[in-house]
T-cell receptor, first 111, second 115 residues
């Protein structure tokens, strides 16, 4: 079945550091890929998405590229801020089906 | 545009008691999902509705969990009797029936503690 594997955290960075959170997936066909973010005490928010191979999703300085050849969708940001501290979830779905999530990666950014 | 509404936000109950959570999806969204998120884990699908029909309830513990969406709009998730391991955040989400984007929108969640 379909599944998502993302790097375990926590990831601890200083402000303005470069961020990479790895995500790989297993799926039949061509899923859509997503990154969701969950700030402390809040619900899940869509951060970015990509619906086909080589698409790049971007939002709030975060980027991720859909790599079919490596079945990956790594999240990157060039310069993190304290306000980026949150839990990040990689997820996939296929048309008409529910999202399948990874276990989440906690990011902690200090000033 | 109003988001997915859930209530109550927080609930503490004793084991073997019952609890119900309510969800109102984004207007016009035909698909509604209930997820369970245990602390430190990713959300896990409990049930998916398309209008008022069930699409997928394969991971719903049917001996204690039930869900309905009678008029194809809002939905209720019930747990009876609750167990300690049911302590989790229950997330409701919705998505439109059409379109290729498959974006799913989440509510803020209902936090359940079973003691």
């Amino acid at each position: 079945g379909n599944s998502v594997t993302q790097m375990e955290g926590p990831v601890t960075l200083s402000e303005e550091a470069f961020l990479t959170i790895n995500c790989t997936y297993t799926a039949t066909g061509y899923p859509s890929l997503f990154w969701y973010v969950q700030y402390p005490g809040e619900g899940l928010q869509l951060l970015l998405k990509a619906t086909k191979a080589d698409d790049k999703g971007s939002n709030k300085g975060f980027e991720a590229t859909y790599r079919k050849e490596t079945t990956s969708f790594h999240l990157e940001k060039g310069s993190v801020q304290v306000s980026d501290s949150a839990v990040y979830f990689c997820a996939l779905n296929q048309a008409g089906t529910a999202l399948i999530f990874g276990k989440g990666t906690t990011l902690s950014v200090s000033s | 545009e109003a988001g997915v509404a859930q209530s109550p936000r927080y609930k503490i109950i004793e084991k073997r008691q019952s609890v119900a959570f309510w969800c109102n999806p984004i207007s016009g969204h035909a698909t509604l999902y209930w997820y369970q998120q245990i602390l430190g884990q990713g959300p896990k699908l409990l049930i998916q509705f398309q209008n008022n029909g069930v699409v997928d309830d394969s991971q719903l513990p049917k001996d204690r969990f039930s869900a309905e969406r009678l008029k194809g709009v809002d939905s209720t998730l019930k747990i009876q009797p609750a167990k300690l391991e049911d302590s989790a955040v229950y997330l409701c989400a919705s998505s439109p029936i059409r379109g290729v984007e498959n974006t799913i929108y989440f509510g803020e969640g209902s936090w359940l503690t079973v003691v």
